[in-house]
């Protein structure tokens, strides 16, 4: 489980402290995974675990589409891409076969409108909003705003679980620092490395024993204030970067 606790204050001249302490334990069976963590599944093998993997749901429905229609494949494969390290496609081969076999031993749930709750029916607008200058719409019945929609609903869960998100490359943390509120946990903080570390060794192989580079972040609300230092007004995202 994770605590942190913040007090979020601030002055007439809108000048803003960030107090914080926390408890940091990587040892739950439940985790969110972005799209950067299936990039790496299109080259790397993943073990049988108990853990429990949370997607959002569209995002899942366009894996499923995309095993039987090479459009929608094409468009996962460049979306995947967005999410993941550029070189991999350099030094590697894409394998498909890899991807879905892999899927097939993950035990995934989706992420849904009603698995996040009614609180703010207009959450997602915002998401919707503010990550739309791309090009990642795709027929959903309805269109669908990929890159909107995915990281609306993992922020969203996160904050109203305190689940953590597991990622493979930053770009998670880099397309919403301009949206949300940021806090990058230490990397001299050695004792959650290796938490950290422990945990990728229990999905991964790796060559040596040593894990690759990995990232955690969680969401966290900050009730009570109006908050002009953040357009999705109300979250925190705190991440490890190891």
């Known amino acids: ?11 007439k001249q809108l000048h803003f402290r960030l107090y914080g302490y926390g408890k940091f334990q990587l040892d739950r069976k439940e985790i969110i995974i972005d799209p950067s963590i299936f990039h790496f599944l299109l080259f790397h093998k993943i073990k049988k675990t108990d853990i429990v ?15 039987e229609n090479d459009e929608d494949r094409q468009f996962l494969d460049r979306f995947l891409n967005y ?40 959450y997602l607008e915002e998401y919707l909003t503010e ?19 995915c990281i609306g609903k993992m922020i969203e869960f996160s904050k109203r679980t ?9 770009k ?11 806090l990058e946990i230490p990397k001299r903080a050695d004792k959650i490395i290796q938490e950290k570390q422990n945990y990728t060794q229990r999905l991964f192989n790796f060559q040596g024993g040593r894990a690759t580079k990995f990232f955690i972040g969680t969401a966290i609300a900050i009730g009570g204030v109006a908050n002009p230092v953040v357009s999705l007004s109300g979250v925190l ?6």
Do not use: C
Not at 172 to 182: C, D, G, Q, V, W
Not at 237 to 242: G, L, N, R
């Open 53 to 67: 993997f949370y997607v959002p749901d569209n995002f899942l429905r366009l894996i499923k589409k995309a095993q």
């Open 172 to 182: 998670l943390a880099l397309l919403i620092r301009e949206k949300i509120l940021s």
């Open 83 to 122: 999410w993941g390290y550029p070189n991999y496609r350099r030094i590697k081969k894409i394998s498909w076969s890899l991807f879905y076999e892999n899927i097939s031993n993950m035990d995934i749930k989706p992420i849904t409108t009603e698995l996040i709750g009614t609180d703010n029916k207009n």
């Open 237 to 242: 995202f705190a991440f490890i970067d190891p």
């Open 131 to 149: 990550f739309k200058n791309h090009s990642f719409y795709i027929s959903l019945s309805p269109l669908t705003n990929m890159l909107g929609d």
């Open 1 to 11: 489980m994770t605590y942190f606790y913040f007090d979020l204050i601030g002055d």
């Open 162 to 170: 305190g689940m953590f998100i597991f990622s493979k490359t930053r």
